[in-house]
């Protein structure tokens, strides 16, 4: 089945401790999303990458990074730089003109 | 500012009973809008994708409205079930920008038996 596949399902992060989530997808998509969601607030996007070896932030980028070297995979990095990791991260991937397909995301919280 | 509101915040419904949830936006430039359900501890997974011209669209029980001369979408669910119990999100989708979705905050149905 095509989809999109994040692990792992759950992270702790300990104090000055950078952790990296997973996003790998095999819907042929070239465009894929990082959100960010926190209880009684909308998804917010932290980066997006619509082509391979390309990302831009998103609105709220500060303490995170990415990478995108294969089609196929765009995880996220929590830095320590990011005070206040503990959310739900979904990542999304679509193709143009098409709705988002998410992932069923990963929870971090801190140690 | 490009804003996605959505009421109630909350609904608690019996099962087999009908509701409608709303979307009011205030986004432009406009290109469409979409309703997606949202599992607790799932990824979201679209119902609906409404254009500027499209009034009604339907996915079996879901059936969503949008009146795009008040910019307000509604979503309406006929004979609910207990699957039914998950957060529906509205997002409206910018025709122009490099962020072009603009999600709102959700409404959390629960239906009880």
Redesign the interface.
């Known amino acids: 089945d095509g989809g999109i596949t994040q692990s792992p399902k759950y992270l702790f992060r300990k104090e000055g401790q950078n952790v990296t989530l997973s996003c790998e997808q095999n819907l042929n998509h070239d465009a894929m999303y990082w959100y960010r969601q926190d209880p009684g607030q909308g998804l917010r996007l932290i980066y997006y990458s619509q082509i391979v070896n390309d990302f831009q932030k998103g609105d709220i980028a500060e303490g995170y990074s990415v990478s995108r070297e294969k089609k196929e995979s765009f995880p996220l990095t929590v830095t320590s730089a990011q005070k206040n990791p503990t959310a739900f991260y979904l990542c999304a991937s679509r193709d143009f003109n098409q709705p988002q397909h998410f992932g069923d995301g990963t929870r971090l919280s801190i140690l | 500012k490009n804003q996605?509101e959505q009421s109630p915040?909350s609904l608690i419904i019996l099962e087999g009973k009908n509701c409608t949830l709303q979307c009011n936006y205030t986004v432009s430039p406009f290109s469409n809008l979409?309703w997606y359900k949202q599992d607790t501890?799932?990824?979201?997974?679209?119902l609906t994708?409404m254009t500027f011209s499209e009034n009604t669209k339907s996915n079996g029980r879901y059936t969503a409205t949008l009146d795009a001369d008040t910019k307000q979408s509604s979503l309406h669910i006929t004979a609910s079930q207990l699957s039914d119990s998950a957060s529906y999100?509205c997002v409206v989708i910018l025709s122009s920008g490099?962020?072009p979705?603009v999600?709102?905050?959700?409404t959390r149905l629960s239906v009880i038996a």
């Open positions: 996605v915040q979409r501890g799932r990824g979201p997974v679209s994708i999100i490099n962020t979705l999600f709102g905050k959700g």
